[in-house]
């Protein structure tokens, strides 16, 4: 049976972070819209405060089974991507959790090789919101 490759990691720092959120917030979810400014950050709210809809796509899950969707527009442009949410100090977006908290989460990514590609696209498309 063949691996899946991870479309979306996040790092020790990161989890810690979304842990503190987690105990403040209840269980959480990210948002990678992909606009610019607020819009090219990942953003973090209440699981289920943001709506995801058919235009959003599931990336999968990071730290303890928070789920990461991402704008469709931009699942395009970063469908041959890892990405990595991370976290590093400044101020965050205005209506994400970690704003107030003098961190923000960013995304970093890598390009899939040419083998992990062919076994995301055998696999088929990730799912989508309702």
Known sequence: MTVLPARILSTPDADALMARLTERHGLLMFHQSGGCCDGSAPMCFPRG???VGAQDVLLGYVADGIPVWIGAAQFEYWRHTQVTIDVVPGRGAGMSL???EGFRFIVRSRIFTDEEAAVLEAAGEPPRGA
């Open 98 to 100: 970690e704003s107030p």
């Open 49 to 51: 405060e943001f709506k």
